[in-house]
């Protein structure tokens, strides 16, 4: 069978964020260099907006709205692959608006699953930028000398705004879930449950 229009859409953009994130990392480590647990802050920071239109993909459609957000407003941050987060980002607003609107879902748990996750990811940046220190790298080749600096945060922020980054996917998924989706679930596993006679 063959996917529908909105499906399709929603599957390239999630595609794409994702291709980007990928590349965005690997830049990250290749040009800046930061620490492991640096870079594994940074990258989860960023994959935020993949990680949500995952979950908007799998059946919580309102999720494409922070996914799209997080990425227009972030990419003007990024010196590194800069406009890698700018294209994935119009595409969830593309899937966004072609998605049907979810049934079942209270429109304040709507509004909070998008305004948390978007919430948390500002704090997570916020905690790993800021406080953070200039570290510079030396490196000679002959008789050329070539020094790399790039701004590095300390392991507990690095630490903390990986935990942040994290509570703004699952906050975002627990959120979004319908409560038609949440019935289902359970009707499922009633059917499952088999029925004791006396």
């Not at 980002?89 to 996750?117: E, I, M, Q």
């Not at 919430?119 to 997570?124: E, F, G, H, P, R």
């Amino acid at each position: 069978m063959s996917m529908r229009a909105p499906e399709r859409s929603a599957g390239a953009a999630v595609g794409v964020g994702s291709v980007a994130t990928a590349v965005i990392a690997v830049l990250l480590l290749v040009v800046d260099r930061p620490g492991k647990v640096e870079l594994l802050a940074y990258v989860a920071i960023l994959a935020v907006p993949a990680a949500l239109a995952v979950g908007a993909f799998a059946g919580k459609p309102a999720l494409f709205a922070p996914a799209a957000m997080l990425s227009i407003a972030l990419s003007p941050m990024l010196f590194t692959g800069m406009p890698l987060l700018l294209i994935p980002g119009l595409l969830y607003v593309w899937a966004y608006v072609s998605s049907p609107r979810p049934k079942g879902l209270p429109t304040a748990r709507g509004v909070a699953a998008v305004v948390a996750p978007i919430v948390l990811t500002i704090v997570a940046l916020r905690v790993v930028v800021h406080g953070a220190s200039e570290r510079c790298v030396t490196t000679t080749v002959g008789n050329i000398t070539q020094t790399d600096c790039a701004t590095v945060p300390t392991v507990g922020r690095a630490v903390l705004g990986f935990g942040l980054a994290c509570a703004a996917v699952v906050t975002g998924w627990v959120l979004a879930r319908s409560s038609a989706h949440v019935r289902k679930n359970q009707g499922d596993e009633g059917e499952r449950t088999p029925t004791r006679t006396g």
